[in-house]
Structures are given as C-alpha cells and as structure tokens.
C-alpha cells in the first residue's frame, strides 16, 4: 500500500474509533438518567429491554473497539493490509468494505468453508 491509502485508512479507522467513544459516553450518561423507578412494571420491563439491548450493541462496538485498535497499530508496525495467513495483501475494496480485517478474501472464504463444514458435519 502506498502512503496515501495507509493515510486514507488511518484517519477512517481514527474516526470510526471517536464515533464509538462518543456512543459509550452518551450511554452511560443515558443510563444515570433513566435511574428513575416506574411504579408500572411493564413500564420497569420495557426499560430493562431497552437497557438489555443497549449493552448488548456496547458490548459489540468495545470488540469493534479493540480491533479498531489492532489495525492501528498494524498501520504503525507496517503490516496494515497484510493476510495473517497467505502474508499476501488484502486488496483495497474489502478493506474499504472492513477495514479492520486480517484477512484477504480468499483466505476468509476458506476459513468460511471450513467453519460451515464444521457445522453441519
């Protein structure tokens, strides 16, 4: 990758990653200010869903979060868009479409196949 692509993906995966922190913070506030007891419980139910869900979705931005950061630091030791597998390099479009992929598409299709086989044999 040249220097333009490597810049071009590291202010990408640099947004992406202020975008996350901006949801957590606004999340942990939202949650002080629904502290609020609701004599009706489907009312409490509803709002236990909604609090369920909204830490599910947290949950999955903080691993996004990390390999965020992965890729980061990938830029910066010089392996950005390098397969951890075939070492080969992992063409721009699915890295545009994934950014924080390890993977070039044809060794995620076989990790793909082979999770499938593992699946239903």
Partial sequence: ?????????????????????????????????????????????????????????RDRERKLRSKIEEALERIEDGTFGVCEVCEGPIGEKRLDARPVTTLCISCKSSQEDEEERLHIG
């Fill in 1 to 57: 990758m040249n220097k333009e692509q490597i810049e071009k993906f590291h202010k990408r995966l640099t947004e992406m990653l202020d975008n996350l922190e901006d949801g957590a913070v606004g999340t942990v506030s939202g949650m002080r200010d629904d502290a609020t007891a609701f004599p009706d419980p489907t009312d409490r139910a509803s709002l236990e869903s909604d609090r369920n869900l909204t830490l599910r979705i």
